[in-house]
């Protein structure tokens, strides 16, 4: 994940909707409806926050509170904000779990997107039959457990229509994502099929380039940034939790928001 040497000012209002977000219902409404402020969250998790370390150390605590609750707290009918293109920000910031100049790259003629587990349709797909189901456009906020956050435009396919278009079990209880830079990740089956999760191949209307995750992005506002896996190179759908990259570190694997 990209650590900055220091952040010499904290996003504050980032920090507070990450935290406020990481908190499982009703506790959220209690905080939103009084506030929460960055006091409030070094007092909820009992960390001095001072830098990056302490951020996301604080996040991690509130984050605990979760993962036995959260799984029937979480209601799919809940939409994240979405936003004016004139709110994007520009430029988009970069992370990975390396420096820009590891960016994978990725032939997009020779590129196979490869399906497997509970599916009824396993073939491989190309770019250009992906690119040839319904698209849609999203402004969103993408948010990053680091204590930054950043609008931007993702387009791409609902990723439930590419599910019931691969004949998925969508009653199998996780999706889960493989990178072409060994990154991984996997989502609850609700957050898959809801109604902002996309599988995107643009960014801000154009091919998505290679820092934002070409060939293709799985963007999920409802998530942290880390659950939103760039340069996915396979998709299987399964009963058994496939765990994540930074997940199996210790992030909470919900990684709501
Ligand atoms: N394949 C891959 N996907 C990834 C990551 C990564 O290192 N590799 N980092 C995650 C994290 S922690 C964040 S914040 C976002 C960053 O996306 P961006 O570069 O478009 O801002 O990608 C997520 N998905
Ligand atoms: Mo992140």
């Known amino acids: 994940m990209f650590k900055p040497k220091r952040i010499q000012t904290l996003d504050t209002q980032a920090v507070v909707d990450a935290a406020l977000k990481e908190l499982p219902m009703p506790s959220r409404r209690l905080f939103m409806q009084r506030g929460l402020t960055l006091g409030g969250l070094s007092l909820l998790s009992g960390c001095t926050l001072s830098d990056e ?6 996040l991690m605590k509130v984050s605990q509170f979760n993962d036995q609750v959260q799984a029937w707290l979480f209601d799919p009918k809940l939409m994240a904000p ?9 430029p988009f910031p970069f992370n990975a779990f390396y420096g820009m100049e590891e960016i994978p790259e990725v032939d997009g003629d020779d ?20 690119y040839q189901l319904p698209q849609t456009s999203q402004v969103t906020r993408h948010i990053c457990v680091e204590g ?26 996780y ?3 493989k990178c072409e830079d060994d990154y991984y990740t996997s989502i609850d089956m609700a957050t898959a099929l809801h109604a902002q999760t996309l599988l995107t191949f643009s960014y801000d ?3 998505l ?13 409802t998530k942290l940034g880390y659950k939103n896996p760039k340069h996915i190179s396979a998709i299987f759908v399964s009963n058994s ?6 997940e199996d570190q210790g992030y909470n694997w919900f990684g709501g928001c």
């Not at 590129?111 to 992906?130: C, N, P, Q």
């Open 53 to 58: 370390h302490s951020v996301e150390r604080a």
């Open 82 to 90: 979405t936003y004016p293109e004139s709110m994007m920000t520009r």
């Open 111 to 130: 590129y196979r997107l490869e399906i497997s587990g509970l599916v009824a349709d396993k073939h491989a797909w190309t770019l250009a039959e992906l």
């Open 148 to 173: 930054w956050s950043a609008i931007g435009k993702w387009g791409g396919v609902t990723f439930s229509t590419f599910l019931k278009r691969i004949g998925a079990d969508l009653s199998a209880k």
């Open 175 to 177: 999706v889960g994502f």
């Open 205 to 207: 209307g154009k091919t």
């Open 209 to 221: 380039p290679p820092e934002y995750g070409y060939p293709m992005k799985l963007r999920m506002p």
């Open 241 to 246: 939790n496939p765990g994540g990259y930074w």
